[in-house]
């Protein structure tokens, strides 16, 4: 009945005869790499799930909230019946042979069955290795998506099917770090991929702080000056990373906060990695892809930013989709040296290919029931009514937040996500020295002790010097636990002040 | 309609400004990486696929045969029924509450129904994160499986669900790699998968001949005279590769041949890297495991093996299951330090998690049907075919390639494959040194513009000097393109002899 979030549990070893592998001659870069999401609350967390399932009564809390991890269908988020109606029928072909049944019995609609028809046409069958970027047939559909958002032309021949947005991002920081001087710039605070799988590579991650006051806005000065400085160390900065809508911040970036983006790529020569993953978890304006900004910005002044390199990520997992264990997404590639793009697809194609179930939810995804087709009612209802209900969650979060003492939150825009700030009084600080924490660590700890609330402290995403944060979804169904929070705060503040 | 084979096609750049990526400034473990599976000869083979599909009459074939990769439904190889109708009520749960219509309209028996139900107890949804080493239900079944297997314990804390087995292979050749001194062993010929990843971690391939001669088998000899060369270079060799059954070989090793080379790794203090993919692929004597050998060992001679650390792996996509597309697989981790495994737990937690379709697909296959259950008449009826259906192919093939002058080919004994050598006349090889490529090459060449049949020339996988092979699945139905083979090579020999 579990999942997500049983970390690796502590072992001991069978004999003390020495072996190859020790902790201190693997690949060091593995055990530089942090990742926080999965780590030591983690465990904790499961580990009060599971006592609780044991029927220990002795928790001050009775459920655990799993508020670390944009995980959808682990909290109480149903997937969207035209999107799994079509994969069962990819996933058995032999359904399709009596459609008058699946009519009937199930309420399938013709035009799911189409689409599952369709799709085994392109796919030939969900159990063979597909083309390594992904199927043709259903890049297409992408590149239609791309299209219909952006307003201008995308090739099927510059999309790459992945398994989840983090394999893209691995691959293409694979490519764009050549040696150990090479840099690339990460938002902090960041989603901590990035900062990871750079530690894997041995590259350098190069920092830039967003604005906190500014609604986690992007200041460009803020990224020119990290370029300086890493440059005056040495440093080869080769990408720019951003993550709008924000992780964990929520932010969303205006057009013009893009160009600047763009402006800075296009002087300095970096490569744009926009990952753009919570693109329909906007709240507030509307999502600017960097490709649309880019292409206008192409059109407007000719020649400027022609050669700039951007990569676009996407996901099945987060949105209103939130298909998180089915593995599904892509990237695009705009600008790229197209003897470049063929080593890409040389190292997508040793990995033989993305998961083929995950290529045809992504193409539902992007080719969702139109105004007029059979499932449309539906799947409109199920589509608006997950992101109402996150909308909701968002603001009713937030509202707690601002009455918690010595907490600041940015007004919700996007993603799934709060990052509030908490002012710890010197007393909470220095408890977490005495235990060799970092302060915001601390504060979750003693949070999920109490609450049984797992959120993942700022410092596993990276935070301005002397500020403490914690990240928190806003998926868990219902206001209990967030006024457990509201109570353990008050008691910590009055414990610690 | 297609998949698998198109390659990444030419592009021109679209603007001459240079880049921040250029071919010679990109990552260059990258471009020095080789995977021939997906190279030239499979991009030549789809062209012909589409001309034929676009009406062309031109060609000395009426078909293409992808007999290049072992992607068995792509061809004609049906999946199991079981798998894909557990399968299909995972996708859609909402299925499972018409039992009645399953039954009666689509044949779904009450053990489908059944598994689907505890399989959704496991995961909560597929579209789900599990936990990162793969939902904790579904490993307990893995390792029941093993415990069937190999008569010894397994541990769920100990398996690794993996989205198949290449990624396994990634995750653990990155973990022994500490730095470009790291050496691992790697059977001459190999699945490329070994030495293309060894390149992208900038270690070191130490290559040992597999004895043709004796059916592809394992030579110990080999092994330790290559581990003296290598550690003469100065290379610190940590590993050892074993493919059983082989690929590209087809062999498959003995009890004796298996305890040979743990005695070795446990001298030289080696992780042994048994890759058993194909562990039904068996057509002569039986699959002993290395783990049940290693177990086998520990147990008569306390001590001595002791320290033995051994990785396994293992996949849907091979065997009868053949399912690709989907992406499962697992690997064992035996006698790994638990500090070290920790260190595996967060670099796979990186990425999340494997599909979780494909995880419920592995559990399928790991437990399927028994004697008695509803399905197991059909499962047992179709899993037998598939294992008849390889046998005879195999055998035709290999009759064929006996006919054939100066063809040599082992008998088949598992795996996918057939790797006959070729005794090229010097003519030919002249001819190929002329156009700059191998000679296997060129005869594989040679052989697609000839007959539309795609092999992969054994240049690909790596061979003895001077000699001369090429690798073929015996997954195509018919045996009209085997014909097309033999009439190939002997106007091939005609004209070069």
Redesign the interface.
């Known amino acids: 009945?579990?999942?997500?979030?049983?970390?690796?549990?502590?072992?001991?070893?069978?004999?003390t005869?020495?072996?190859?592998?020790?902790?201190d001659?693997?690949?060091?870069h593995?055990?530089a790499?942090k990742?926080a999401?999965?780590g030591e609350l983690a465990v904790k967390a499961e580990e009060y799930r599971q006592r609780l399932a044991d029927g220990d009564k002795s928790l001050p809390f009775d459920s655990v909230i799993f508020a670390n991890?944009g995980?959808?269908?682990?909290l109480d988020q149903k997937?969207i019946?035209f999107f799994?109606?079509v994969?069962?029928?990819v996933?058995?072909?032999?359904?399709l042979e009596?459609p008058e049944?699946l009519k009937n019995?199930?309420g399938y609609k013709q035009d799911v069955i189409d689409r599952a028809q369709t799709l085994l046409?392109?796919?030939?069958?969900?159990?063979?290795?597909?083309?390594?970027?992904g199927?043709?047939g259903i890049r297409k559909s992408v590149a239609k998506f791309i299209e219909e958002r952006d307003g201008f032309a995308a090739d099927p021949?510059d999309l790459f099917l992945t398994?989840?947005a983090?394999?893209g991002v691995?691959t293409l920081l694979?490519?764009?770090?050549?040696d150990s001087n090479a840099g690339v710039l990460v938002p902090i605070p960041q989603y901590p991929?990035y900062t990871?799988?750079l530690a894997?590579l041995n590259a350098q991650c190069v920092p830039y702080l967003l604005e906190e006051e500014k609604s986690w806005g992007t200041n460009v000065n803020a990224i020119t000056q990290s370029i300086k400085e890493a440059k005056a160390a040495g440093t080869n900065v080769?990408?720019v990373v951003v993550i709008n809508p924000g992780n964990p911040t929520g932010a969303s970036l205006t057009a013009d906060d893009i160009k600047k983006v763009i402006d800075v790529a296009a002087e300095e020569?970096?490569?744009v990695m926009a990952d753009e993953v919570y693109q329909t978890n906007v709240f507030e304006g509307e999502f600017v892809s960097f490709k649309k900004r880019l292409r206008q910005l192409q059109k407007e002044q000719p020649g400027k930013y022609?050669?700039v390199?951007l990569v676009s990520f996407h996901s099945t997992?987060k949105g209103m989709v939130?298909?998180?264990?089915?593995?599904g997404g892509f990237f695009e590639l705009v600008?790229?040296?197209?003897?470049?793009?063929?080593?890409i697809?040389?190292?997508v194609?040793?990995?033989?290919?993305?998961?083929?179930?995950?290529q045809c939810l992504l193409e539902t995804m992007v080719n969702p029931p139109r105004a007029g087709d059979p499932s449309f009612e539906l799947y409109e209802k199920e589509y608006n009514g997950i992101r109402d209900g996150l909308q909701k969650r968002a603001f009713a979060l937030y509202d707690a937040f601002q009455r918690m003492e010595g907490v600041e939150c940015q007004k919700p825009q996007g993603a799934m996500y709060l990052f509030p700030t908490i002012n710890l009084p010197n007393k909470a600080i220095e408890a977490a020295q005495a235990e060799g924490r970092p302060a915001d660590e601390f504060y979750c700890l003693k949070m999920l002790d109490a609450t049984g609330v797992c959120a993942v402290p700022g410092s596993g995403f990276g935070q301005k010097e002397g500020t403490f944060h914690f990240r928190t979804t806003f998926l868990a169904p219902g206001t209990d636990w967030v006024e457990r929070i509201v109570k353990f705060h008050s008691e910590f503040m009055n414990q610690y002040r």
């Open positions: 009945m579990t999942q997500t979030t049983v970390a690796y549990a502590k072992r001991t070893l069978t004999t005869q020495p072996r190859c592998l020790n902790i001659n693997i690949n060091p593995i055990r790499a990742y999401v999965r991890i995980n959808p269908q682990q997937p019946t799994r109606q994969l069962s029928l996933e058995n072909p032999l359904l009596n049944a019995s199930f046409a392109n796919v030939q069958s969900v159990g063979a290795y597909s083309h390594s970027q199927a043709p021949q398994a989840g983090s394999s691995s694979n490519v764009i770090c050549n991929l990871a799988t894997l080769r990408a020569k970096l490569v022609d050669a390199e997992s939130g298909e998180c264990g089915h593995r600008g790229f040296d197209p003897q470049v793009q063929e080593q697809y040389k190292l194609s040793i990995g033989l290919c993305p998961p083929v179930v995950a």
